[in-house]
Nanobody, 128 residues
């Protein structure tokens, strides 16, 4: 399995921006579809955004479309989530996730059960 370590979370004012990073190791990064999830206190973990394995397709949950951008740098084995116009409903622990090697070459994974490796999470807090 791939090991994932998130960073970049913090406290930001509403309307501000943060960029989350997810460093991957242990498996060829380009063989894996990757995504971001988030979990607010008392709520279930929810899908935010993801890439298919070849990086050509992305999918976003409606609430972040136009504000968040997922990207990947295969040379650095790193996944990113650029978050702009942060709102008071965005605070959560954000998790990076990876699918099993070789899966989701064309389609974009969106369900929790599509992913097999998870990072420890990074906290995002938004002040009003």
């Amino acid at each position: 399995q791939v090991q994932l370590v998130e960073s970049g979370g913090g406290l930001v004012q509403a309307g501000g921006s943060l960029r989350l990073s997810c460093a991957a190791s242990g498996r060829t990064f380009s063989s894996t579809a990757m995504g971001w999830f988030r979990q607010a206190p008392g709520k279930e973990r929810e899908f935010v955004a993801a890439f298919n394995r070849n990086g050509g397709n992305t999918y976003y949950v409606d609430s972040v479309k136009g504000r968040f951008t997922i990207s990947r740098d295969n040379a650095k084995n790193t996944l990113y989530l650029q978050m702009n116009s942060l709102q008071v409903e965005d605070p959560a622990v954000y998790y990076c996730a990876a699918t099993a090697s070789g899966s989701y070459y064309y389609t974009v994974p969106k369900k929790l059960t599509d992913f097999v490796s998870w990072g420890q999470g990074t906290q995002v807090t938004v002040s009003s």
